[in-house]
């Protein structure tokens, strides 16, 4: 699939778009990375941050690593933020040298927590453990899909700006599944899913009202970094995907 992630338009075929007034976008894109680390922090709240971070009764210490990596790239994307947002772009630059080396590390550590949790026999609202595991194990693809895309695309700012937020919105359907959505009658599958399409909806509504179309980046990742979401039970419930799931309990779930 040609996406403006991966390769470059032709000399005279570029796509151009409306011009976006700075401050605006600064104050857009600011505003959503202190709303996605708002939305973890109330998310993992009861469980994580309030229990004590490091010193939280987690069931296993992967988790306490996981926890921990996951929350310092919240950290850092704010901060990336705030560099762009105060014009460091060169401390921006330099920073995000540092920053993505974090992905790879968090990719491992995710597929690592969702296995242990599949051996641990966790289940996620009234899914079984198969279904359940599918959830995280399916979304980490999505992630590092946009992500690397994002790394590729780190020197066209329109292009990789909308793929680090769209990728980490991807993580954030995590803290969404945790919000206590039983209180309307939805499942926590459910409310990752909807969080999710919510947090997509005013990225393409802000592009819409400012470049009066939706940017070519945001066309294909927001669909994948969705579909990965949403898709992911459907996906788990299969014969095909519960063979997988038992191979992987059987293989690497006693050494996790």
């Known amino acids: 699939m040609a996406t403006d992630a991966v390769f470059v338009p032709a000399a005279g075929k570029q796509t151009h778009y409306r011009p976006v007034h700075r401050t605006v976008e ?40 996981h926890g921990a990596v996951f929350t310092l790239w919240m950290l850092l994307f704010i901060v990336q933020a705030a560099f762009i947002s105060a014009r460091r772009v060169k401390w921006h630059r330099s920073f995000g040298t540092i920053a993505f080396c974090l992905p790879p590390i ?6 690592i927590a969702a296995i242990d949790a599949l ?5 996620i609202g009234p899914l079984d453990p198969a279904v359940s595991a599918a959830i995280p194990l399916i979304g980490i693809v999505g992630f590092t899909i946009v992500i690397y895309a994002s ?6 700012p329109d292009a990789h700006k909308r793929l680090m937020l769209i990728a980490t919105m991807g993580l954030v359907a995590a803290a969404f599944g945790r919000f206590p959505w039983s209180r309307i009658g ?4 459910a409310g990752a899913v909807t969080g999710l399409g919510i947090l997509l ?9 400012t470049i009066r179309r939706i940017h070519r980046s945001t066309m294909w990742a927001a669909p994948l970094v969705f579909a990965s979401v949403a898709l ?4 788990g419930m ?19």
């Open 26 to 65: 600064r104050v857009f894109y600011s505003g959503m990375a202190i709303l996605l680390c708002v939305c973890v922090f109330i998310g993992f709240s009861p469980t994580y941050f309030q229990a004590g971070m490091m010193r939280a009764p987690l069931p296993s210490p992967i988790l306490h690593i």
């Open 186 to 189: 939805l499942p926590p599958a």
């Open 232 to 235: 992911a039970v459907p996906i």
């Open 151 to 156: 790394w590729r695309a780190r020197r066209r």
């Open 106 to 111: 968090m990719i491992v550590l995710g597929v």
């Open 119 to 123: 051996h641990r026999g966790v289940k």
């Open 201 to 209: 909806l005013i990225l393409i509504i802000y592009e819409l009202i």
């Open 238 to 256: 299969t014969p095909a995907w519960h063979a997988f799931a038992a191979l992987l309990n059987r293989t690497i779930g006693p050494h996790v």
